[in-house]
């Protein structure tokens, strides 16, 4: 890895490796090794931040393993912490502006909407609040934690909403039914020890970046998919480990999708759905004009949500 790379910005992610890389690790391999022994099956520890691009990307994918193997496999969200501060440059990268077009030219290659704009309207200086604001709300509820992580990748990526603000991190709080009071709290105490908590993990694996999901085996094996990968790679993972798995069927119709979820881009749509993508925007837009959804627009993109 050349000395550009590593000294590049950890926003300037690579959208043909997917991957947005933490400066500073260099060549450095990630190794499978041993694992320990979980309930399911399979283990899964994903490295994320709220705001990394390439891990927006997998939502598509994410989404679809938790329906065809949530049964046997657990996943543990650990943030990665993808923008300490402005004290990185690089790859011409040195101020929050100089994100924005990045970030339009990811939108099109995940085919997932990103709005670049927020860093030139109202850009972050961290990631970490929002991420120390994801540990708080899991100390409320495991559940409740990763549909505000939700929230506030919507709010970030289509919404253009600064998430290291408490403002926008109350109103996802109170959205998804968590105590905002509570959350508060945490944000303040304990969420900051458990955010280092999840940094020294993360140097324990080897992590250099992110999305970067380990799949542990019951039996001390482990497979890792690095960056935003088709859904293939993370089912075969998963298969590699536990090969007498079987996926679980579940109803693809928009009301069943749609009642698990209250909001899809097309993307998403499309990877859970199997309708084509040429065909998707179409279907969800008659299902708008009918009154049963509602829509999104951005310059990068809509999601349509339920009403």
């Known amino acids: 890895m050349s000395n550009e790379i590593i000294k590049t910005n950890p926003l300037l992610c690579d959208p043909e490796t997917g991957i947005c890389e933490i400066p500073g690790f260099g060549e450095q391999e990630i190794s499978a090794g041993n694992a320990q022994s979980n309930e399911k099956p399979v283990k899964v520890v ?17 989404r679809k393993l938790k329906l065809e193997y949530g049964n046997n496999i657990e996943i543990e969200y650990r943030m990665g912490g993808l923008l300490p501060d402005w004290s990185y440059s690089g790859g011409g990268i040195s101020k929050p502006s100089d994100v924005a077009h990045h970030w339009d030219e990811a939108s099109e290659y995940y085919d997932m909407p990103i709005d670049g704009d927020v860093w030139l309207e109202d850009p972050l200086n961290s990631s970490y609040p929002p991420s120390i604001a994801f540990k708080a709300a899991q100390l409320q509820d495991q559940d409740k934690a990763i549909l505000f992580l939700r929230e506030i990748k919507e709010m970030v990526f289509l919404e253009k909403k600064n998430i290291s603000k408490w403002e926008h991190l109350e109103t996802a709080a109170q959205k998804v039914g968590l105590d905002v009071e509570k959350l508060k709290s945490d944000f303040e105490g304990e969420a900051k020890a458990l955010f280092n908590g999840d940094l020294k993990i993360a140097r324990e694996y080897g992590v250099r970046g992110f999305p970067t999901l380990f799949f542990e085996g019951s039996n001390g094996n482990r497979e890792m998919v690095y960056g935003s990968k088709p859904y293939p790679f993370y089912e075969t993972a998963i298969l590699k480990l536990a090969p007498n798995l079987s996926k679980s069927e579940y109803d693809k119709n928009w009301e069943s999708l749609f009642s698990k979820h209250t909001s899809f881009t097309a993307k998403e749509f499309t990877e859970l759905s199997g309708i084509r993508r040429s065909e998707s925007e179409e279907i969800l837009d008659k299902l708008v004009s009918e009154g049963k959804l509602e829509k999104l627009n951005t310059k990068n993109g809509a999601l349509w949500m339920s009403r």
């Open 46 to 62: 994903y490295f994320t931040d709220p705001i990394c691009s390439s891990c927006w990307g997998i939502e598509p994918q994410l």
